[in-house]
């Protein structure tokens, strides 16, 4: 592969990286400055439109001051009177070209190149060999008293594929130039050609000391290498050596490459400042972890858990405690119906979650909320560039409005641990038999005191021991009841505090995952979103 197609395959790599920095930037305001994102996002367009039209074709602005000869070199090199020639006033005022190409026409290719350049005005120069290929512009003047004269030299520049910036000796320091120009192309010096003119002008003994002078000027620029030129149209001194420097250029076919290198350069440098020095990356486990724990507070799990306890507690009273005192139980509310919460969690696949009956996080809660989310994307951006750290905290606190609401959601689709044990069932039975067999005693014991009260013959009463079976029945009917209650309460209370347990871990659980989606989720994408610019960016250097 030649060293032009590698310099275009390269190019290439590089607006690839370039767009997708581009892509990132634009995605959310705030990631790079404005101007900046816009910059990038032209250069990207102009350099795909620049190579569509081929890089057989060089793209050459002569720009300059008024008086310094620009459009007589324009024609000394064209070779006939094409540009008019002004002294002391501006006289171009719209950018003219000189198409150089052997067939002495301009070709479709070059046409469509044109009419992107949107000039209008195009001079063929036949049998030119040696520029073949190239396409010489005629600037107006970037000092020009009128406005649309410099702000066409401004929009020419930004597009063509290199410069010659002429310059007098009487100007060729002039601070205009210098700082509205050759230092905002300090980047292009290798597309850059500086043409001292009329060097006629200056006597032979101080033409190296102006032409040094010159140089270190550019230097300061941040020009460095670029190449100086003493021309002189009225002498023709200098003028062959531009046109050789010119036809190099030309015969190398790859300063349209090389100008779109340079500005990706330029977008490279200034880059450097916003992407920083080091590589975001996702929040730590711990600040995850801090963050949902002030998520758990505001959702009062706590006292969720302690109400499915309290719930499974006083629903084993009533299952498995003395049947003649379970009525007791029922004076007391369902701490999970108080809550909204003595429903079974919503089917798998249902979208719509019934809202509870919990209060609101307190005021107190909703402040530990903002301020655990502010440490979380604290630490999660630190060591970013400023800008950086401000759209981390944008994106963690953006949901910030959703947190009551989420928080009450997912409390809502919570499968909380309410099923009763199927050992209840098998107690509240004995307990109705224990309750059954103190009713049939006490019933027995009632009807022995009838038939007494009524002077009847005694009934036949059986005996276990010394006791009468009807006491037994009453008495142990009674005890027996009371002492299985009291046990399986003392069960149920070991079981309602595993439940309790249970139901916090998956409170919690939910409340993280709520956590997640409204702020880490979140400021973890947008981390990896710079984190990938950033690696791009880098790319382009």
Request: net charge neutral; charged share 25%.
């Amino acid at each position: 592969m030649s060293r032009s197609g590698r310099a275009e395959r390269d190019l290439r790599t590089r607006l690839e990286h370039l767009e997708a920095v581009s892509a990132l930037a634009a995605a959310a305001l705030g990631r790079l400055p404005d101007e900046l994102s816009e910059a990038v996002t032209d250069t990207v367009e102009r350099a795909r439109t620049r190579l569509g039209r081929g890089a057989d074709r060089t793209v050459v602005a002569l720009a300059g001051a008024t008086g310094s000869g620009k459009s007589s070199l324009f024609n000394a090199l064209v070779g006939t009177e094409v540009a008019r020639v002004g002294v002391r006033r501006p006289t171009t005022a719209h950018a003219q070209a000189a198409v150089f190409d052997r067939t002495g026409a301009i070709d479709e290719g070059t046409t469509e190149l044109l009419d992107w350049l949107a000039v209008d005005r195009r001079h063929v120069v036949p049998d030119a060999t040696d520029l073949d290929g190239l396409v010489l512009l005629d600037l107006p003047d970037h000092d020009s008293v009128e406005a649309d004269h410099r702000r066409e030299v401004d929009r020419l520049v930004e597009v063509v594929d290199a410069f010659v910036w002429v310059v007098d000796p009487q100007k060729y320091a002039d601070a205009a130039l210098h700082e509205q120009y050759l230092r905002r192309f300090s980047t292009h010096a290798a597309v850059t050609i500086v043409v001292l003119n009329q060097v006629d002008l200056v006597p032979d003994d101080g033409r190296r000391r102006v032409l040094d002078d010159l140089g270190g000027l550019l230097e300061r620029d941040g020009l460095r290498g670029v190449r100086v030129l003493g021309t002189s149209v009225r002498t023709d001194e200098g003028v062959g050596a531009l046109r050789r420097e010119l036809a190099a250029r030309v015969a190398e076919r790859r300063a349209a490459v090389a100008r779109l290198a340079a500005d990706v350069d330029w977008l490279a440098e200034r880059l450097a400042a916003p992407v920083g020095d080091r590589e975001p990356g996702p929040a730590g486990g711990g600040a995850r972890r801090r963050l949902s724990v002030a998520f758990a507070d505001a959702s009062g799990a706590d006292a969720v858990a302690g109400a499915v306890g309290a719930a499974h507690r006083r629903r084993a009273a009533q299952e498995v405690g003395w049947p003649p005192t379970r009525w007791l139980g029922r004076l007391r509310p369902d701490p999970l119906r108080r809550l909204g919460l003595d429903r079974p969690p919503p089917a798998e696949g249902t979208t719509t979650v019934a809202r509870t009956s919990r209060p609101a996080p307190s005021t107190v809660a909703e402040a530990a909320v903002r301020a655990a989310t502010r440490t979380f994307a604290d630490e999660a951006s630190t060591g970013l560039p400023e800008p950086w750290r401000r759209r981390v905290s944008e994106v963690a606190a953006a949901h910030r409005d959703d947190v009551a609401d989420a928080l009450d959601r997912s409390i809502g689709a919570t499968a909380l641990p309410t099923q009763p044990p199927r050992w209840w069932h098998l107690v509240g039975a004995l307990q109705w038999l224990l309750a059954g067999a103190m009713a049939v005693g006490l019933l027995w014991l009632v009807l022995i005191g009838v038939v007494a009260w009524l002077q009847l013959p005694d009934l036949p009463t059986p005996d276990i021991g010394a006791i009468p079976v009807p006491t037994a029945l009453a008495v142990g009917g009674a005890l027996l009841g009371l002492l299985v209650g009291a046990v399986a309460r003392a069960v149920a209370a070991v079981g309602a505090r595993r439940r309790a347990a249970v139901a916090r871990r998956r409170l919690v659980d939910a409340v993280a995952a709520t956590s997640d989606a409204l702020v880490a989720d979140p400021v973890d994408a947008e981390l990896a979103d710079l984190a990938e610019l950033r690696r791009h960016a880098l790319a382009l250097r």
